[in-house]
């Protein structure tokens, strides 16, 4: 079993819709989460840090669950510059980070 | 700054020929990534170090090896290239573990024939 596992999706979604993408991980022990947002095979970009029940930036909200080890990202409002992949990555007190599949998102007009 | 940098950008091997790639970053970080990503796979952690003259073994480290002599350098190595180390290869730096924003550098594409 992969550490840190995604529903790779494709999730198709309208302009303006909610979306919601979980991530399940499998060390106990892992300390902080982050979700990246990945275009066309370029380098992953940051867009949530996940250190603690959870976070809110904007339309994205992040939450951890560590009693059934998982986090989620929800995406309100969805714009077509949403459509992306997003990686959900998991950091251990060893210094590993591990990423999972990524969950590919297309937004339509 | 340049951030996170990769040398080179792209190359085509022969099976067996070896190669090096180069990492290197100018904001003084401690840790430091190489990544392979494939179609439907993520981004595969092969090798990690946690500080100069320290690696550690990723998910899949096999067929490679890797080299931190210098803190703002990480080199990842390919003794006998494989058709199935054909890949884009990711480079990641951070200051220490746990709270702080990883970087990327823009990948290198390795291409084995």
């Known amino acids: 079993r992969k550490e840190v596992e995604q529903d790779p999706g494709p999730f198709n979604v309208p302009e303006g819709a909610t979306v919601a993408f979980n991530c399940t991980y499998s060390?106990?022990?892992?300390?902080?989460f982050f979700w990246y947002r990945q275009d066309c095979r370029k380098e992953p970009k940051l867009l949530m840090s996940v250190y603690s029940s959870g976070n809110e930036d904007g339309r994205f909200t992040a939450q951890l669950n560590r009693a059934s080890q998982y986090i989620s990202l929800l995406i309100r409002d969805s714009k077509l510059s949403d459509s992306a992949t997003y990686l959900c990555?998991?950091?251990?007190?060893?210094?590993?980070?591990?990423f999972g599949q990524g969950t590919e998102l297309s937004v339509k007009p | 700054n340049a951030g996170v940098t990769q040398t080179p950008k792209f190359r085509v091997l022969k099976t067996g020929q070896s190669m090096t790639l180069l990492c290197a970053q100018d904001?003084?970080?401690?840790?430091m990534y190489w990544y392979r990503q494939d179609p439907g796979m993520g981004l595969r952690l092969i090798h990690y170090s946690v500080g100069e003259g320290t690696t550690a073994k990723g998910e899949v480290p096999d067929g490679y090896n890797v080299s931190r002599l210098k803190k703002q350098n990480f080199l990842l190595g390919l003794e006998s290239a494989a058709p199935s180390q054909t890949s884009v290869y990711f480079c990641a730096s951070m200051p220490r573990g746990g709270l702080e924003t990883q970087y990327f550098g823009p990948g290198t594409r390795l291409l084995v024939l």
């Open positions: 990555v998991e950091y251990n007190q060893g210094g590993k980070l591990i």
């Open positions: 904001m003084n970080h401690e840790y």
């Open positions: 060390n106990s022990a892992s300390q902080s």
